[in-house]
């Protein structure tokens, strides 16, 4: 940043009017194509250069306008202006800053104002659009934003250059990520207040799932693990959603509704002692969803989980009258992993047994199916662990019961949102053998309500 080489209001370009500015820019554009084509034949034309170098020239040409268009805007300029601390202050001088836009680099001039009763110094034109404290644009912050929530810093930033001709290095884009990561979910804990954004549907569904990824070792410090020695290696991504399913396919069951879907997701625990005055840090999250999207409104509620113990805990603590129901998948995977622990993994014994005791399970057959694990029990201790784990899960598989009510009986919008969002951070950070930490789960996860950024993953 520095002093504007020249006085802002002496004779400077100051804007044209918006149509002669389009027109200009669009006769400018047909220049830079006929410079690029010339003569040239079409058979000879490499279609892919022209592209690049024709949206290379035209975000340079579209930059430049931008950038001459505010420049020549003097409206932030004053003797004095009212300081957010209430105080006046004055206006010392004007200065530049360089911006790094999804149209190239702009170098922006703005009046700077100081206020001697609090010390500080701003710019309101900053504020006004919205590049205080950054040196990237609010588009540009947007796309670093969803990059980060999805992949690797450095394949984020690798993507940037590809595909939006943004060259930044990974460091700057982890650290504008996790920044926008820290004001979501600050966001995201300061506004909870029903929304009336989404209609009010006659069931509402309630997911929570959760998966491990791998933490740096200080963030593991003092965590039960399944290690060997008795650390952690991984700590736990929960995930809540909520969504509608009132469409029905062909068949008559239930598919999510388009749109629907909102979620919130974080590295947080579910439970906290009984003597605590206090919800978990997991379960508040939980309730702030629910209150946002008014679940405990619907004539209908329903919460679905893959059967631990920790979601129906906090589902009969904070939603007693809604009905649980195990996700269809879930259970039939035990029952695929059950058939693999008896026969191997390739045995062909073990599909048919697994997809007997599927077939018992969606047609309502539970004790056969109970029976069949129960036989099981002498050669496999897996059987015993899968026998308890469908007792105690009984009465959230009444699948029939739940299809005449056209209940939506799967929890695949978590298994598809958490990938989509905090899980692909996860597997990007892993797969470089760089362990996460706890404030990558902020970036894109936790839908920001009152800001101006989107929704990364809604479906």
């Not at 800053?97 to 190239?104: D, F, I």
Request: hydrophobic content about 35%; some cysteine; overall charge neutral.
């Amino acid at each position: 940043m520095g002093q504007c080489p020249t006085p802002r209001s002496g004779g400077r370009f100051r804007g044209r009017p918006k149509k002669g500015l389009q027109t200009a820019l669009e006769a400018e554009v047909a220049q830079e194509v006929e410079a690029l084509l010339g003569r040239q034949a079409l058979a000879e034309l490499d279609f892919e250069a022209l592209e690049v170098a024709l949206r290379q020239r035209t975000l340079r040409l579209a930059a430049h306008a931008i950038e001459q268009r505010l420049n020549a805007d003097l409206s932030d300029e004053a003797s004095a202006l009212r300081c957010p601390c209430g105080n006046r202050a004055r206006y010392v001088a004007c200065r530049t800053k360089n911006v790094v836009s999804v149209l190239g680099p702009l170098r922006l001039e703005r009046a700077y104002y100081h206020c001697s009763a609090c010390g500080q110094g701003y710019y309101p034109r900053d504020a006004h659009l919205e590049i205080e404290n950054t040196s990237l644009s609010p588009a540009l912050t947007r796309m670093v934003g969803t990059v980060g929530a999805m992949v690797s810093f450095q394949e984020g930033s690798e993507l940037l250059t590809e595909l939006a001709g943004v060259a930044l290095d990974a460091k700057q884009v982890e650290r504008t990520a996790e920044a926008l990561g820290k004001e979501i979910a600050e966001d995201e804990r300061q506004h909870s207040e029903p929304s009336d954004m989404l209609p009010l549907p006659q069931t509402l569904y309630l997911g929570m799932d959760g998966t491990g990824i791998p933490l740096r070792a200080e963030e593991l410090a003092g965590r039960i693990g399944k290690q060997p020695d008795g650390s952690a290696k991984t700590g736990e991504v929960k995930l809540c959603t909520i969504w509608s399913a009132e469409a029905r396919d062909e068949e008559g069951t239930p598919i999510r509704d388009a749109g629907s879907v909102t979620y919130s997701a974080a590295l947080e625990s579910a439970s906290a002692l009984d003597t605590a005055a206090a919800r978990a840090p997991f379960a508040e999250r939980v309730w702030r969803e629910a209150t946002r999207r008014r679940f405990c409104h619907a004539p209908c509620r329903v919460v679905l989980g893959d059967g631990a113990l920790w979601i129906w805990n906090l589902a009969e603590d904070q939603f007693p009258d809604a009905t649980q129901i195990v996700d269809r998948y879930h259970a039939k995977q035990h029952l695929s992993d059950l058939g693999k622990a008896l026969y191997g993994l390739t045995h062909p014994r073990a599909t048919e047994w697994a997809e007997r005791r599927q077939e018992e399970l969606d047609t309502g057959k539970f004790q056969a199916l109970l029976n069949a694990i129960r036989r099981q029990i002498p050669r496999s201790q897996e059987a015993r662990r899968g026998l308890h784990y469908f007792q105690t899960n009984r009465d959230r598989m009444r699948y029939p019961e739940f299809h005449a009510h056209a209940r939506n009986v799967g929890l695949d919008v978590a298994r598809t949102t958490c990938p989509q969002s905090a899980l692909c951070r996860a597997d990007a950070r892993s797969m470089s053998s760089v362990p996460c930490s706890k404030s990558d789960f902020s970036i894109g996860i936790a839908p920001p309500r009152h800001s101006t950024y989107t929704y990364i993953g809604d479906s």
